[in-house]
């Protein structure tokens, strides 16, 4: 048997006033998810460990049952596993967003973070922003050694990468995606706690805890200056429209250690990894599978669903038993609480990418197994992460339903699966 994990990131909700009490999910016109959930079996899945941060790091991860406590080193060496940056024992990796922040000058509100997506700053755009921060911002560690501390590499849109030659991991980073509309001063870079008092770098050759705090936040301050004058800022300021005008740092770590999914489940003999996010190809390189990238593919809600869903057709029938397709849009639109448009991704999804891949598998000889499921949830009326247990469904064509149908976060908590942990959930599939 194949199988495919369909995943809408951040798709889940919480119940909404203007949607009579229902959740997005309850209230999306959504039939193929329905019926899925109709002919399969459901269930609610906790896809972040006690301890951990609700973010899409952590839940992919773990819904593709990796122990967290032994394999997370944050997003950063993940991004850099997909954007082809083999990081070195020294290295410390950080995720970069190029966010838009409000009046940084003005003592009256200190500015505040307007939104972590830099005005959905475009690539083509933010390579041109990236090579100035490394023409103006890239140090060398000393004349004497001649080689850089900082090193920003350019990903896609507004996520980018950071490395800083002999950075500490032992700092605490806020995501901008959780504080938007909060004052950005407060949220910068700190020594992790038991850093406090001088504890010793991890090696010799590393800076302090406090010590790469502090260059972070130095960088962040430069950014703001530099990117202030550049002339795609000073354009977007005369139209009034939202600037990428800050770097933002956070989620970093070093080069981490994770088995391939071929060497954890033996009926994985190969897969593949369809999204258009860093992050998931980065999980995706280290879990063993090859990256598919498809034309089109944004992020956001007018990424290519069609080209997503044969890409991962193809996959299927080329020779891969296991596919794992991210779609990030559901995501997106909550974190700008735009409720209109997270029903249309929800409705897209359905739609467009999953009711083909079902109606192209479901005949086929070998048996090819589906779940659906988001990742964390991001309520549009919050919009940041909630790390709270999200629903699942899982059909194939000889799996015995249970008595749910429809697929929601209510509906999902009666199904036969009931409450899964992390890796339980990746169990249950490959048994299904």
């Not at 502090?214 to 200056?225: A, H, V």
């Not at 599978?289 to 080209?307: C, S, W």
């Not at 000889?398 to 429809?406: A, F, G, L």
Request: net charge negative; proline share 7%; with cysteine.
């Amino acid at each position: 048997m194949k199988h495919i994990i369909i995943l809408g990131d951040g798709m889940a909700d919480l119940p909404v006033e203007r949607l009579g009490g229902k959740t997005l999910l309850q209230y999306a016109n959504k039939p193929t998810m329905d019926l899925l959930a109709q002919k399969g079996r459901t269930g609610r899945l906790i896809t972040v460990p006690e301890g951990f941060p609700p973010g899409s790091e952590v839940a992919n991860t773990a819904i593709l049952g990796y122990d967290l406590n032994k394999v997370y080193e944050g997003r950063g060496p993940l991004e850099a596993a997909s954007i082809g940056y083999d990081m070195s024992d020294d290295d410390f990796a950080i995720r970069c967003n190029i966010i838009t922040i409000g009046d940084y000058k003005s003592p009256q509100t200190d500015g505040r973070i307007i939104t972590h997506n830099g005005g959905n700053l475009q690539t083509d755009d933010a390579h041109v922003l990236i090579d100035y921060l490394n023409e103006n911002l890239a140090k060398p560690i000393n004349e004497r050694e001649g080689c850089q501390r900082v090193r920003f590499i350019t990903g896609i849109q507004y996520r980018h990468l950071l490395v800083i030659k002999g950075g500490s991991k032992h700092i605490v980073c806020a995501p901008p995606h959780d504080h938007p509309g909060e004052p950005w001063r407060p949220l910068l870079v700190k020594a992790a706690p038991t850093a406090v008092g001088g504890l010793p770098a991890d090696t010799p050759s590393r800076l302090s805890p406090q010590e790469t705090a502090d260059l972070l936040n130095t960088l962040i301050l430069r950014s703001q200056d530099l990117l202030a004058r550049h002339p795609y800022n000073i354009a977007k300021a005369e139209k009034g429209e939202r600037q990428a005008n800050s770097i933002w740092p956070w989620s970093g770590g070093y080069r981490p250690s994770m088995q391939t999914l071929q060497q954890q489940y033996p009926q994985i003999k190969s897969g593949a990894v369809i999204s258009a996010v860093d992050l998931i190809q980065g999980i995706g390189r280290y879990a063993g599978l090859r990256i598919v990238k498809v034309p089109g593919a944004t992020g956001l809600a007018d990424t290519n669903y069609e080209g997503k869903a044969q890409a991962a057709i193809d996959a299927l029938r080329s020779g891969d038993d296991f596919v794992f397709v991210h779609v990030e849009a559901s995501d997106e639109a909550g974190h700008d609480g735009d409720l209109e448009l997270k029903l249309k991704t929800i409705e897209y999804l359905d739609r467009r990418l999953i009711k083909p891949i079902y109606n192209e598998v479901k005949a086929w000889e070998e048996p090819v197994c589906i779940a659906v499921l988001p990742d964390h949830l991001t309520p549009v009326e919050m919009r940041i992460h909630v790390g709270q247990p999200v629903p699942f469904l899982i059909w194939h064509r000889d799996i015995v339903p249970d008595n749910v149908t429809q697929y929601d976060e209510v509906s999902c908590v009666s199904g036969d699966y009931g409450l899964l942990k992390l890796n339980e959930f990746m169990q249950a599939l490959m048994s299904a």
